[in-house]
């Protein structure tokens, strides 16, 4: 007989989200146990800290305050590890246009590699220790929290990030540059939450998903073009003629980048919410097993 005093059991959907929650910790401090923080390391990293921040967006009433404090926990290491991604993408982003630059490349290069070296420095080993212990004890929280929930619960917070995307795509079709920066964030969210509604890599979500994805690398190298010129721009080491130069052919590659994402964000996000929520509460297969998390993430 069922105990009316007991809370219901939630949803196999919630549980496969709770249960990613801690998984995605365990990989995170898995990664900051190493000797040395590489490039490779800490790309998956931040890409881990990127999914763990759009999970906790479909966070059900009954963990909110935990997701919170998860937040909290990960902000600083989130924002350490993106210093040291953002001096290597500089580098990348520097050579990919050095042939456009000329000379003017090879003056600002050795500027953008002692940065880049400051940068790592600071990732040390002692502070590590301190972010995976912090982790490792957050996702214990995680694995002992009951969880309550129907997958309405997820979909409704899933339909809130696309509209909160569309919204900022439309602002910026309409030329409000000032929006790329926090399109490129839902975006980002609204990706990894198709990734983990998806169950099938032939369905119609995952398709979904890959042309999301596409314009996710879009307007990030819409970002990372931003990030050169900005720092640039701080520079008193950097003449103005290089920084003037640098700017005319970041400039011209940003407005060619920026105009593909318009256009391919007015068709992604062509559907009002609403329209979008019944479209993938039809499109989510009945059952979902360990085997398509790991299809999903694996993408």
């Not at 759009?54 to 919170?68: G, K, V």
Request: net charge positive; glycine share 6%.
């Amino acid at each position: 007989m069922l105990d009316p005093t007991r809370p219901a059991p939630a949803d196999p959907w919630v549980t496969a989200w709770a249960s990613e929650i801690p998984r995605v910790l365990a990989g995170l401090a898995n990664a900051l146990q190493s000797g040395r923080l590489t490039e490779p390391v800490i790309h998956k990293s931040r890409r881990e800290l990127k999914r763990l921040q759009s999970l906790l967006r479909l966070t059900p009433r009954s963990c909110a305050y935990l997701a919170e404090e998860t937040r909290e926990v990960t902000g600083d290491l989130r924002r350490r590890l993106g210093q040291s991604r953002d001096a290597a993408v500089m580098l990348k982003t520097l050579h990919a246009i050095a042939e456009e630059l000329g000379e003017t490349e090879a003056r600002i290069k050795p500027v953008l590699s002692n940065h880049h070296r400051n940068v790592a420095a600071t990732l040390d080993r002692g502070s590590r220790r301190g972010d995976r212990d912090r982790i490792t004890r957050l996702g214990a929280v995680w694995r002992g929290r009951s969880v309550q929930g129907g997958v309405a619960d997820l979909r409704r917070q899933a339909m809130k990030t696309y509209r909160t995307a569309r919204r900022r795509a439309e602002a910026l079709g309409d030329g409000k540059d000032a929006a790329l920066h926090s399109l490129r964030k839902s975006v980002v969210d609204h990706q990894n939450h198709l990734a983990f509604f998806t169950g099938d890599a032939r369905s119609k979500i995952a398709k979904r998903h890959q042309k999301v994805k596409r314009l996710r690398d879009e307007l990030g190298l819409c970002h990372d073009l931003e990030v050169l010129r900005d720092f640039v721009r701080t520079r008193t080491d950097i003449s103005a003629g290089d920084l003037i130069r640098l700017e005319e052919v970041l400039a011209a590659r940003h407005r060619q980048l920026v105009k593909k994402s318009v256009k391919l964000a007015a068709t992604l996000m062509h559907d009002k919410p609403r329209a979008f929520a019944r479209w993938l509460k039809g499109e989510m297969p009945e059952r979902r097993g360990s085997e398509d998390l790991d299809l999903a993430f694996g993408a």
